[in-house]
């Protein structure tokens, strides 16, 4: 079955510090990725996705982030950790069917000033 | 535009007592989704609407469960005699159509006393 994992639950970094949030997926075929953000109390955001073309997908609030089919994975960076980035973090994928998603367990990020 | 909202926001309930949630879709989306969101199962997927076809409810937990979309627009989802392990949050997601983009509303919070 196709899988989503998210190895960090919990990942504290200091402000102005680089990120880099880990995704693998396990898929038959080129998936489709995403990678969504949740603040306290709030519904999910979309961050940046990935169909096809360039492996490296911008996104917003100055997030990027990479698929590198060898390695099953689709990571999420930023440069410079902004206080406000603090949330948690969501990778999905198609869940067997592309009508519905697959998400990782999240990871939380605590920024520190 | 607007996004995705749903309503109550909020809802504390009486174990048994049935529970309806409602989702209003961004307008022109034709797939709307219903997800939960507990902390114990993260993020699954309960049902998908795809315009007139049948909707995949192969993620609804129980018979207690239903979902209906009205007129291709707004969405309710029922919780028949609810159950304490129902508490959770409740998120609805709209898109043009897998493998689309779903962008999330606020969710409700539902909480069986």
């Known amino acids: 079955a196709q899988s989503v994992t998210q190895p960090d639950i919990h990942i504290t970094v200091s402000e102005g510090a680089s990120l880099e949030l880990r995704c693998n997926y396990s898929?038959?075929?080129?998936?489709?990725l995403f990678w969504y953000v949740q603040s306290p109390g709030q519904g999910l955001q979309l961050l940046l996705k990935?169909?096809?073309?360039?492996?490296l997908v911008q996104g917003i609030k100055g997030f990027e982030a990479e698929f590198k089919r060898s390695q099953s994975s689709f990571n999420l960076r930023k440069p410079s950790v902004h206080w406000s980035d603090a949330a948690e973090y969501f990778c999905?994928?198609?869940?067997?069917?592309?009508?519905?998603?697959?998400f990782g367990t999240g990871t939380r990020l605590q920024v520190t000033l | 535009g607007a996004g995705v909202s749903q309503s109550p926001s909020n809802k504390v309930t009486e174990k048994g007592k049935d529970v309806e949630l409602r989702c209003d879709p961004i307008s022109g989306h034709t797939a709307l989704y219903w997800y939960r969101q507990s902390l114990g199962q993260g993020l699954e997927f309960l049902i998908y609407?795809?315009?007139?076809?049948?909707?995949?409810k192969s993620g609804l937990p129980s018979d207690r469960f239903s979902a209906e979309r009205t007129g291709g627009s707004v969405s309710t989802l029922t919780i028949q005699r609810t159950q304490q392990e129902d508490s959770a949050v409740y998120l609805c997601?709209?898109?043009?159509?897998?493998?689309?983009?779903?962008?999330f509303g606020p969710g409700t919070r539902l909480l069986v006393l």
């Open positions: 997601a709209s898109s043009f159509g897998p493998p689309e983009t779903q962008y």
């Open positions: 898929y038959g075929a080129t998936p489709y």
């Open positions: 990935y169909f096809s073309g360039d492996t």
């Open positions: 999905a994928a198609p869940g067997g069917t592309a009508s519905k998603l697959t």
């Open positions: 609407f795809q315009g007139n076809s049948a909707p995949d």
